[in-house]
């Protein structure tokens, strides 16, 4: 009888641990599903794996967060815009910081980005502008011909034309305001005093060659006229002022290719034209309404000398340039 009861009981006990066995094993199967699949203990866990899809896969989920959150957008939209060139900075003018530090990747959008923020302090010191555009060489016996600078500098330069108003003031005006400038002197117009003009060279500014007699048809000229016109004004202010001009500036401005040969021909290195005019105080943009890095001012030595200079300086001004030599940018001594 009591054997019958402590076999009872032992298999009661075996029973009874079997059950606890088995109850155990399917529980802790069931606790790793529910583990893998985030299940009820998910909502520790969430943060973790929806920070890790973010995380690892952030090239396709830039796009997706561009559109779909919005709420993430102010970490994640800086690197995104970067990356996406051009709409990027233009569409967004509140980063400026992001878009001036990308130029060295994007060529062209840096225009656009350059132009909408002159909140890059123009009143600021200017670093040294290093030269990102290389003169073209002679080709084909031709110089070329330049109307406007194609740089991403914050750039401007001034050119002043003919040489007919010669007063102190113009010089005063230059140096005082630390600017210089591309002067394309007529030998009509200064012959009668042309001393005057190495007081701007004093002061760092240039001379370079706008012809003998300021000829407005001087495309239609013979060759042996349009030569004499360009080398002979050449000579004249290499023994005038000690130098050779590098570069020729037709009157009125048009040029053909016999005329890019004959000013290689008298050692010239660059036709420049201009794109942007100032005049009777106005400044006049062949497109636009600002300046923009690379412009090529032109100006005149004339009576609103002051008051054009004014108008020049309130623009680049504004623009956040510098005005920077052409001579010095394009390294041509
Ligand atoms: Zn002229």
Excluded at 279 to 289: D, I, L, P, T
Aim: proline share 9%; hydrophobic share 35%.
């Amino acid at each position: 009888m009591q054997s019958q009861l402590r076999a009872g009981i032992f298999s009661w006990l075996l029973v009874l641990t079997c059950i606890i066995v088995v109850v155990g094993f399917a529980g802790d199967a069931f606790n790793a599903r529910q583990a893998s699949e985030g299940g009820p203990s998910g909502s520790l866990r969430v943060p973790p794996t929806a920070a890790g899809t973010s995380s690892a896969k952030p090239s396709n989920t830039s796009s997706a967060t561009g559109t779909s959150s919005p709420s993430g957008t102010p970490t994640r939209s800086t690197p995104s815009s970067t990356s996406s060139s051009a709409q990027g900075p233009s569409s967004h003018p509140a980063t400026p910081s992001s878009g001036s530090s990308s130029p060295p990747g994007t060529a062209t959008p840096s225009n656009s980005s350059a132009s909408n923020s002159p909140s890059a302090e123009p009143g600021g010191t200017f670093p040294e502008v290093p030269a990102d555009y290389v003169l073209p060489a002679i080709h084909d016996g031709m110089v070329p011909v330049l109307t406007k600078v194609p740089t991403k500098q914050k750039i401007v330069f001034l050119t002043i034309d003919d040489g007919a108003n010669k007063t102190q003031q113009q010089i005063d005006l230059l140096k005082s305001n630390n600017i210089k400038a591309t002067l394309f002197l007529a030998q009509l117009f200064i012959l009668n005093n042309p001393d005057y003009f190495k007081g701007f060279l004093a002061e760092g500014s240039k001379i370079e060659n706008h012809s003998i007699s300021h000829p407005l048809n001087l495309i239609k000229l013979p060759h042996g006229l349009q030569k004499k016109e360009i080398c002979q004004m050449s000579d004249y202010e290499q023994q005038q002022y000690g130098r050779r001009p590098v570069f020729f500036r037709p009157p009125g401005g048009p040029y053909t290719l016999s005329l890019r040969k004959v000013a290689a021909q008298c050692g010239i290195k660059a036709i420049v034209d201009w794109n942007v005019e100032v005049r009777a105080g106005r400044v006049n943009y062949q497109e636009g309404k600002s300046l923009t890095p690379g412009d090529i001012v032109l100006m005149h030595f004339r009576k609103e000398f002051p008051q054009d200079l004014q108008a020049f300086l309130t623009a680049q001004r504004a623009a956040g340039l510098k005005v920077v030599l052409l001579e010095d940018f394009l390294a041509v001594s």
